[in-house]
């Protein structure tokens, strides 16, 4: 799609959003993840942070160090600046995942809702190239898009009141993976041992908005030993970054 | 190492600063003291930077027992005050309390929350760079989690420094009712429920807590359903879900959501409205973002006034005081 020049919205008197679209697009995704990293380039006074989401960039400032008048026009001239390719994009990531049907209780359910094999339901989640659109809902969540349009399936109708750490999950063509155990209201499908966050990392989340995120089956042995040397402090999640190999 | 020992939690009392902004990108909510006004004025009289961490008392305060050669405090935002060793000391002033001496803070009704302020305060390790608990996540603060009875909680400074106690005069809140910035989904809504949320009172309901209290009163219906696509929250904004009822968003608020938006409360309000109890009611009145900014700008001029005004409590000793320093000696013939 066309992606259309933004909308200025307001968001109280310390956040203004930039809005490209009200759904979850590819190319509003990548819209949004541009003005980011124009943004973050170009340290504009009083900006404190920016927030980007799956249709907007919320961008949180100091109002008594800038206003919003200010900020807007700062950037529209921005939009109208260097392209953002030239800035770094996201890291590429490839993260074990376990499919097996002690980890995916929600595979039928999916597999009916698809109308998919259950077989089919996994090749396809694990061969699908996403994007992280949204760190969000728990500290270190990613929401990663996009799958095929098969995958736009509604929350389930009972939300689970425990969804276990690591549990891999789909709804609304995107797939998402739980750092922490918490309630949840999507399809499990798999389990990723990677731990995705830490507060005493810096940052706290291993994956950060305009990641690449792929997913590599592995048997429950092996998901088990990246689990326990996970515990063990013996595993460092950055090795299953395209972009970090330890040279040596 | 000098420590308060906690006796008492009371009823929720966790460590807060002025949060920790910059890592909302990966989902990790600001946090920070709901009454931000409070912090700071408290600081300001026990002689630390403005954003240093103090603890954050909800309802009920704890009882505390000093492990410490002695060590200086300060108790802003309710006037509640506090017992040292059953004495009473009021709010908005220092006191510098002695080894062994216990202080409590007792249960208050004229704001959600206060803050106590201890000089140096604590020698914890800050959590992404900032001390505030954040407890649904388990980190910040002492442990990631409220106090509890036996906490040792350690103190950055061995021992009170010398000099005389300070005293502030009144935080000045505003009155009137809670301002609120349209956005962004106001769209969302019945243009109808949009003049009711203006006209109408709405309570506090006993689902509030520092991540966000809920509202009852005139349901507000949507146009366009309640479901949006999730995007990021500010500080203060009102999400309504499908009930009709909105529920403002406070310190532990989450990075992003998914329930449409009808404003923000700015930010001028905030700290009062952080104070607000369950059962309180309030009515929303509608500005502009200029508005906005320029009520926040006016009230950090009242507020860094009334920090430069702090001075020293002015001692009236008592008759027997003056005799026993044989100061008036034979002056005094009452």
Not at chain 2, 272 to 300: C, D, H, K, Y
Request: with cysteine; aromatic share 6%; proline share 9%.
């Amino acid at each position: 799609m066309t992606v259309p020049a933004p909308k200025f919205l307001a968001a109280g008197d310390a956040a203004l959003v930039v809005e490209y679209g009200e759904i979850i697009d590819a190319a509003l995704i990548d819209a949004v993840q541009q003005l980011d990293r124009r943004l973050g380039a170009a340290c504009l006074p009083g900006v404190l942070e920016t927030v980007p989401t799956f249709r907007s960039l919320m961008v949180h400032y100091d109002p008594l160090a800038t206003t919003r008048a200010e900020l807007i026009a700062a950037i529209q001239a921005l939009d109208a600046g260097a392209p953002a390719a030239a800035l770094a994009p996201g890291r590429r990531w490839v993260l074990p995942t376990c499919y097996e049907p002690a980890f995916a209780p929600d595979l039928a359910d999916v597999a009916a809702a698809t109308g998919l094999a259950p077989d089919a339901v996994t090749a396809t989640h694990a061969a699908n190239r996403f994007t992280v659109a949204v760190v969000g809902f728990l500290p270190g969540c990613p929401f990663l898009a996009e799958m095929p349009a098969a995958f736009d399936l509604p929350r389930r109708t009972a939300p689970r009141t425990r969804v276990p750490t690591g549990s891999v999950a789909v709804a609304q063509r995107l797939s998402v993976i739980y750092p922490t155990e918490s309630p949840g209201g999507w399809h499990l499908i798999g389990n990723c041992p990677v731990p995705l966050f830490d507060a005493g990392w810096d940052p706290p989340a291993l994956l950060a908005p305009a990641d690449a995120v792929r997913f590599r089956p592995v048997d429950a042995a092996e998901h088990a030993r990246i689990l326990a040397a996970a515990q063990n402090g013996e595993y460092d999640p950055h090795r299953e970054c395209l972009d970090e190999k330890d040279p040596a | 190492m000098s420590h308060l020992r906690i006796d008492r939690p009371g009823l929720s009392t966790t460590i807060q600063d002025l949060g920790r902004p910059g890592r909302q990108r990966y989902g990790v909510p600001v946090s920070g003291a709901l009454d931000p006004l409070a912090l700071r004025l408290a600081n300001a009289l026990v002689g630390n930077p403005a954003g240093t961490a103090a603890l954050e008392i909800l309802a009920l305060g704890p009882t505390l027992t000093v492990e410490a050669p002695s060590v200086r405090v300060a108790l802003v935002g309710s006037e509640v005050g506090l017992k040292i060793d059953g004495t009473a000391i009021p709010a908005g002033r220092s006191v510098t309390v002695p080894q062994g001496a216990r202080i409590s803070v007792g249960g208050f009704t004229d704001a959600a929350s206060c803050i106590l302020a201890v000089e140096g305060g604590f020698a914890l390790a800050p959590a992404m760079g900032s001390l505030s608990t954040y407890a649904r996540g388990g980190f910040g603060g002492f442990e990631g989690r409220a106090l509890k009875a036996g906490d040792l909680v350690p103190l950055a400074e061995a021992t009170a420094t010398a000099g005389p106690e300070r005293k502030s005069g009144q935080i000045d809140y505003g009155d009137g009712p809670i301002r609120v910035v349209l956005g962004p989904q106001e769209s969302w809504f019945e243009p109808a429920a949009i003049e009711r949320f203006f006209a109408e009172p709405y309570t506090v309901t006993a689902e509030a807590d520092r991540m966000g209290m809920r509202l009852e009163g005139a349901k507000l219906a949507h146009a366009r359903g309640f479901n949006i696509v999730s995007d990021g929250i500010a500080p203060g904004h009102i999400q309504v879900p499908g009930t009709g009822q909105p529920i403002i968003l406070l310190a532990d608020r989450q990075t992003v959501g998914g329930y449409p938006k009808i404003g923000a409360v700015i930010g001028a309000d905030l700290p009062r409205l952080g104070r607000m109890r369950p059962g309180e009611t309030l009515r929303f009145a509608r500005i502009e973002v200029a508005e906005a900014e320029a009520a926040r700008r006016a009230q950090e001029a009242a507020f860094m006034a009334l920090v430069q005004a702090i001075g020293p409590v002015v001692m009236v000793p008592t008759t027997e005081q003056l005799l026993s320093q044989n100061l008036i000696d034979g002056v005094v013939s009452a």
